[in-house]
């Protein structure tokens, strides 16, 4: 016997909360920061709900960029797995929600020839020996085997060669056009200045997102009731603040003058009309934080590491998903069945896994751990 929409509903409901319960508690976070190698995670990792995208991997010998690249597929599995009590509507949502993979492996991409070209030809500039490292669609795949790339050609993607050879494995029309932009500057491009081409990732990157989001935003646009509220704040809500992190990066690092900051950011609006973008993107950028008082954004910009370039930077950071994490904690206490908890959850998931990441990064580089707080989203009621 099948359930009907109501009961696929309450399905989903009670699998988001339940999903929900097994995220890692403030303990579970305190006995990672005591591991002393990035294996010591991976083995603590392989006792919990990471246990299942961890199995049959060798965890105590296990590379930073491998766990990492597991850690972010099981964010993918989680969601792929909600498939199974959605219904036709809400398996659209999901599917539509999940293309946030296709968007990332294609920044890996772009971001991985970027960097192979800054090492290629500027070697002062050379970086970490692991820059090689994204998301393989191939390996991915076969991890979650449910789940299918949407807008991406896997076999054009595998077999490219060149910026360009990337762009065209895109499948939808209008984000391949809107990506050869930027993608003429590069190839225009006479120089051989590695903030050049650093600029033209962030600028790809910025397209991505801004495709993914408006999409999504529309989406939940259509949505009526509590549901289309919910779902209108939990997207709306990183619409506002993309928006705002892109005019501030643009104008503070990639020398974009305030009216091409305000090309790149979204159609989509929520609590932020264009006047006010508009106000932040000629205001210094470090001073973006006046410009937003009286809006639920105005702490964002107060930090802090404010006298420290690089503290300020995280914190910014940090506090952009703090924001993030309040407002997905706020859905699910509304008890009211819809995909807002199903997206909600994947929020919540999908910031978990960042300060796994971090988690990763900190013992691996031997991070103050008293310096914990200026990073993790969650703050953690017994900070070590």
Same mark, same amino acid.
């Given at each position: 016997?099948?359930?009907?929409?109501?009961?696929?509903?309450?399905?989903?409901?009670a699998?988001? =909360?339940?999903?929900?319960?097994?995220?890692?508690?403030d303990?579970?976070?305190?006995?990672?920061?005591?591991?002393?190698?990035?294996?010591?995670?991976?083995?603590?990792?392989?006792?919990?709900?990471?246990?299942?995208?961890?199995?049959?991997?060798?965890?105590?010998?296990?590379?930073?960029?491998e766990?990492?690249?597991?850690?972010?597929?099981?964010?993918?599995?989680?969601?792929?797995?909600?498939?199974?009590?959605?219904?036709?509507?809400?398996?659209?949502?999901l599917?539509?929600?999940?293309?946030?993979?296709?968007?990332?492996?294609?920044?890996?991409? *772009?971001? /991985?020839?970027?960097?192979?070209?800054?090492?290629?030809?500027?070697?002062?500039?050379?970086?970490?020996?692991?820059?090689g490292?994204?998301?393989?669609?191939?390996?991915?795949?076969?991890?979650?085997?449910? *789940?299918?790339?949407?807008?991406?050609?896997?076999?054009?993607?595998?077999?490219?060669?060149?910026?360009?050879d990337?762009?065209?494995?895109?499948?939808?029309?209008?984000?391949? /056009?809107?990506?050869?932009?930027?993608?003429?500057e590069?190839?225009?491009?006479?120089?051989?200045?590695? =903030?050049?081409?650093?600029?033209?990732?962030?600028?790809?990157?910025?397209?991505?997102?801004?495709?993914?989001?408006?999409?999504?935003?529309?989406?939940?646009?259509?949505?009526?009731?509590d549901?289309?509220?919910?779902?209108?704040?939990?997207?709306?809500?990183?619409?506002?603040?993309?928006n705002?992190?892109?005019?501030?990066?643009?104008? =503070? *690092?990639f020398?974009?003058?305030?009216?091409?900051?305000?090309?790149?950011?979204?159609?989509?609006?929520?609590?932020?009309?264009?006047?006010?973008?508009?106000?932040?993107a000629?205001?210094?950028?470090?001073?973006?934080?006046?410009?937003?008082?009286?809006?639920?954004?105005?702490?964002?910009?107060?930090?802090e590491?404010?006298?420290?370039?690089?503290?300020?930077?995280?914190?910014?950071?940090?506090?952009?998903?703090?924001?993030?994490?309040?407002?997905?904690?706020?859905?699910?206490?509304?008890?009211?069945?819809? *995909?807002?908890?199903?997206?909600?959850?994947?929020?919540?998931?999908?910031?978990?896994?960042?300060d796994?990441?971090?988690?990763?990064?900190?013992?691996?580089?031997?991070?103050?751990?008293?310096?914990?707080?200026?990073i993790?989203?969650?703050?953690?009621?017994?900070?070590?």
């Amino acid at each position: 016997m099948s359930l009907g929409s109501g009961g696929l509903r309450v399905a989903e409901y009670a699998k988001a =909360r339940a999903r929900r319960a097994s995220l890692l508690r403030d303990e579970d976070f305190l006995l990672l920061l005591e591991q002393t190698s990035v294996g010591g995670i991976a083995l603590q990792l392989g006792k919990s709900a990471y246990a299942s995208v961890l199995r049959g991997h060798t965890l105590e010998s296990m590379r930073r960029s491998e766990l990492e690249f597991l850690l972010n597929v099981s964010i993918l599995a989680e969601g792929v797995a909600f498939r199974h009590y959605a219904g036709l509507g809400d398996k659209k949502l999901l599917n539509l929600w999940l293309e946030n993979f296709d968007i990332d492996i294609l920044k890996e991409h *772009f971001q /991985t020839h970027v960097r192979s070209h800054v090492q290629t030809h500027i070697p002062a500039q050379t970086g970490s020996s692991e820059w090689g490292d994204y998301l393989d669609p191939g390996k991915m795949l076969n991890l979650v085997s449910d *789940f299918r790339l949407t807008l991406i050609d896997q076999e054009k993607l595998s077999s490219s060669a060149t910026l360009r050879d990337v762009l065209m494995s895109v499948k939808d029309e209008s984000l391949r /056009t809107a990506l050869m932009e930027p993608l003429r500057e590069w190839e225009n491009s006479q120089t051989t200045e590695g =903030r050049v081409f650093q600029r033209v990732a962030f600028s790809l990157g910025m397209v991505l997102d801004r495709h993914y989001l408006d999409s999504l935003y529309t989406a939940a646009a259509k949505l009526g009731g509590d549901e289309g509220r919910m779902m209108r704040m939990l997207v709306g809500t990183r619409v506002d603040l993309m928006n705002l992190y892109w005019i501030y990066r643009g104008r =503070r *690092f990639f020398g974009m003058s305030p009216e091409e900051s305000l090309t790149s950011i979204m159609k989509a609006r929520y609590r932020l009309d264009f006047g006010l973008l508009t106000r932040a993107a000629f205001a210094d950028p470090r001073g973006m934080g006046a410009v937003l008082a009286g809006t639920p954004y105005e702490r964002i910009f107060d930090v802090e590491g404010a006298e420290n370039g690089s503290l300020y930077e995280v914190e910014l950071e940090r506090n952009i998903y703090k924001f993030l994490f309040a407002v997905a904690e706020r859905v699910f206490l509304s008890g009211t069945p819809g *995909f807002q908890n199903v997206g909600a959850y994947l929020v919540l998931k999908e910031l978990e896994v960042r300060d796994l990441v971090a988690v990763v990064e900190m013992v691996r580089y031997k991070f103050a751990k008293d310096r914990i707080g200026l990073i993790l989203v969650r703050t953690l009621r017994k900070e070590n």
